[in-house]
Nanobody, 123 residues
Framework: QVQLVESGGGLVQAGGSLRLSCAASGNIFRVNTLGWYRQAPGKQRELVATIAISNGGSTAYGDSVKGRFTISRDNALNTVYLQMDSLKPEDTGVYYC???????????????WGQGTQVTVSS
């Protein structure tokens, strides 16, 4: 099992910034990719960003956040961060930390989720 605990959500005005953190614990060796997803009310959960734990820390971003959000990791702390800048009201939602094992583009094994943290961007 892998446990994920998010922190850093809150209320911010449009144009502002927030930084989310996700601390991973447990059997970290079971996963090689960490990431963030979000879900707005009435919408499906969508990809925000992912980062490889090794492999040079390669990253991927959802189209709606490219150029505004930055994902990073600290392997020594087993923590992944999401720096969110130039926030927009449409960024509002619950942000979930995610951990999984990928082989190329294929997800193998169990996908782990945190409990989520609310981000609200006011206009």
């Amino acid at each position: 099992q892998v446990q994920l605990v998010e922190s850093g959500g809150g209320l911010v005005q449009a144009g502002g910034s927030l930084r989310l953190s996700c601390a991973a614990s447990g059997n970290i060796f079971r996963v090689n990719t960490l990431g963030w997803y979000r879900q707005a009310p009435g919408k499906q959960r969508e990809l925000v960003a992912t980062i490889a734990i090794s492999n040079g820390g390669s990253t991927a971003y959802g189209d709606s956040v490219k150029g505004r959000f930055t994902i990073s990791r600290d392997n020594a702390l087993n923590t992944v961060y999401l720096q969110m800048d130039s926030l927009k009201p449409e960024d509002t939602g619950v942000y979930y930390c995610n951990a999984k094992q990928k082989s190329g583009t294929i997800v193998v094994g169990t996908v782990y989720w945190g409990q989520g943290t609310q981000v609200t961007v006011s206009s």
